[in-house]
């Protein structure tokens, strides 16, 4: 019979465990969530945990992300998660640096640290001198009225 207390006391221990639900996929959820509401299409993504760390009901997490079916990583993001109601909760976020371009996205890559910007107000060639300025109102053609 001495097994008996033993046990409850066991039970008990276990279930006033005040960390609540230290589970990656219970953190996962959480981030999917979290990017459902600011309207992210999850569906076409792959959002994989590279790592999480618990403290209390508190969890920092490392996403992996990327465009679904192509097996690569596109952006990597540090998630800070707190448990409410029984759920972990987004509450802040940090970009982890490591973005490569999205595939089919066009764009140009990024320039070499220290090059210039080639989107800080310089003229386009063949473009009139104006060194990035607008236009005064007295030099614009005259608007006419829509008939």
């Known amino acids: 019979m001495r097994f008996a207390p033993a046990l409850l006391v066991i039970l008990c221990l ?12 219970a953190v996962r959820q959480g981030v999917v ?10 569906a ?5 945990l590279a790592s999480v760390k618990f403290n209390g ?8 992300m990327g465009v679904k079916g192509t097996g690569s990583s596109t952006m ?5 998660l707190e448990m409410k109601d029984t759920k972990w909760v987004v509450v802040g976020k940090q970009d982890s640096g490591q973005h490569a371009a999205m595939p089919g996205a066009g ?6 640290p220290g090059a210039a910007n080639p989107h800080a107000g ?7 001198a104006g060194g990035g ?9 005259p608007a006419g009225t829509k008939k």
Do not use: F, R, W
Request: proline share 11%; aromatic share 4%.
């Open 133 to 141: 300025k607008m236009p005064s109102p007295e030099d614009l053609p």
């Open 122 to 128: 310089g003229a386009m060639p063949g473009a009139p």
């Open 76 to 80: 990597t993001m540090s998630y800070h």
């Open 107 to 112: 764009g140009a890559p990024p320039a070499a």
């Open 33 to 42: 969530e979290y990017l459902q509401k600011v309207g992210i299409n999850v």
């Open 14 to 25: 276990a279930g006033c465990n005040k960390s609540g639900n230290q589970s990656n996929d």
């Open 44 to 48: 076409g993504m792959d959002i994989n």
């Open 57 to 64: 009901n508190q969890a920092d997490a490392t996403v992996n």
